[in-house]
């Protein structure tokens, strides 16, 4: 499977923003996924999970209010919908996935097999 995320850039603070990941090689459908952020000098940390069937959602305190994740597996797809955006919210943002046969959210980086190459986001006046 190979994941590919778009829709990074530069935002004003309390802009919004959309991020995508397009999955292919093998439908959305068999996959757990997540989108993790690193920024410079900090480990890379989950800001959103999803279960394979989109409807089990998790987010750390940090980002709950104001990203939303969400999963189109007919489209092979999925999404964060990030609003409110803080300066704080500058990283590198990447998409994850990996195999499950639940509807098990994985919140661990250490689950996930699948990363894409990384979008950057940056909040700034």
């Known amino acids: 499977v190979q994941l590919q995320a778009s829709g990074g850039g530069l935002v004003q603070p309390g802009g919004s923003l959309r991020l995508s990941c397009a999955v292919s090689?093998?439908?959305?459908?068999?996959?757990?996924m997540g989108w993790f952020r690193q920024a410079p000098g900090k480990e890379r940390e989950i800001v959103a999970a999803?279960?394979?069937?989109?409807?089990?959602?998790e987010y750390p305190a940090s980002v709950k209010g104001r990203f939303t994740i969400s999963k189109e597996n007919a489209k092979n797809a999925m999404y964060l919908q990030m609003r409110i955006l803080k300066p704080e919210d500058t990283a590198v943002y990447y998409c994850?996935?990996?195999?499950?046969?639940?509807?098990?959210?994985?919140?661990?980086?250490?689950?996930?097999?699948?990363w894409g190459q990384g979008t950057q986001v940056t909040v700034s006046s």
């Open positions: 994850a996935a990996t195999d499950t046969v639940s509807g098990e959210v994985l919140t661990t980086r250490s689950r996930y097999l699948y």
């Open positions: 090689g093998r439908p959305a459908s068999y996959y757990a």
């Open positions: 999803i279960s394979r069937g989109g409807t089990v959602r």
